[in-house]
């Protein structure tokens, strides 16, 4: 695994403090939350999972392993914050409930994200991943899809600015494979657009 994420938003030592839903909480308050004014790649995930608090490394188990694999990156490129912010709709982990996680705490986004996300101005593709990020968003408005299978289908005409995919879990294998023209359409053109922001990245890199 990639070294722990840095940040150089002052704003997010801040919202590492955060002890709003404490209560509600399993553990200890740890949000997760990675993100630089020079990311161009936005990840809006759904919160935290149990090994991402154990380590304070967002994406750090096989759901990771496998998102980064749809974006056709490696771990380096992933956990760079001048590239990928990584903007959760809850910052810590929600504990289990009876089919996988629980869902992210609502007040994370409510909080939080009309603070977080203005910073961001060199964001040239988000990415919502998994429903709850795709329900609380006006992604869900914008695709015209009523579930999130139509939302990820709607791909094509929400890039190049955004795009929404399916959690990464194992648990959706099923989903993989009742819907094939998701990896034989979706992940193509979701990671020939990372290719291109990336390097767009490099290229600023080297006139900075």
Same mark, same amino acid.
């Given at each position: 695994?990639?070294?722990?994420?840095?940040?150089?938003?002052?704003?997010?030592?801040?919202?590492?403090?955060?002890?709003?839903?404490?209560?509600?909480?399993?553990?200890?308050?740890?949000?997760?939350?990675?993100?630089?004014?020079?990311?161009?790649?936005?990840?809006?995930?759904?919160?935290?999972?149990?090994?991402?608090?154990?380590?304070?490394?967002?994406?750090?188990? &096989?759901?990771?392993?496998?998102?980064?694999?749809?974006?056709?990156?490696?771990?380096?490129?992933?956990?760079?914050?001048?590239?990928?912010?990584?903007?959760?709709?809850?910052?810590?982990?929600?504990? &289990?409930?009876?089919?996988?996680?629980?869902?992210?705490?609502?007040?994370?986004?409510?909080?939080?994200?009309? &603070?977080?996300?203005?910073?961001?101005?060199?964001?040239?593709?988000?990415?919502?991943? *998994?429903?709850?990020?795709?329900e609380r968003s006006t992604i869900r408005l914008a695709a015209e899809a009523e /579930?999130?299978?139509?939302?990820?289908r709607a791909a094509c005409s929400l890039l190049p600015r955004r795009i929404v %995919?399916?959690?990464?879990s194992p648990r959706n294998r099923h989903w993989i494979k009742r819907n094939p023209?998701?990896?034989? /359409?979706?992940?193509?053109?979701?990671?020939?657009?990372? *290719?291109?922001? %990336? *390097?767009?990245?490099?290229?600023?890199?080297?006139?900075?």
């Open positions: 695994m990639s070294r722990r994420p840095t940040t150089s938003l002052p704003l997010l030592r801040e919202v590492r403090r955060c002890r709003v839903c404490e209560l509600h909480l399993p553990n200890e308050p740890r949000p997760l939350v990675v993100a630089s004014e020079s990311s161009r790649v936005l990840i809006i995930g759904q919160a935290p999972g149990r090994i991402a608090h154990e380590t304070g490394v967002p994406w750090s188990d &096989k759901s990771g392993e496998r998102l980064r694999e749809w974006l056709g990156v490696t771990d380096a490129q992933f956990y760079d914050e001048s590239l990928f912010a990584i903007v959760p709709m809850g910052f810590c982990y929600p504990g &289990k409930g009876k089919a996988g996680d629980k869902p992210p705490r609502p007040e994370c986004a409510t909080l939080w994200h009309p &603070k977080i996300l203005p910073t961001l101005t060199r964001i040239e593709l988000t990415v919502y991943v *998994g429903r709850y990020a795709f /579930d999130l299978t139509e939302g990820v %995919l399916p959690h990464p023209w998701f990896e034989r /359409d979706v992940l193509p053109a979701l990671r020939k657009r990372i *290719g291109g922001v %990336l *390097g767009t990245a490099d290229k600023a890199r080297a006139l900075a």
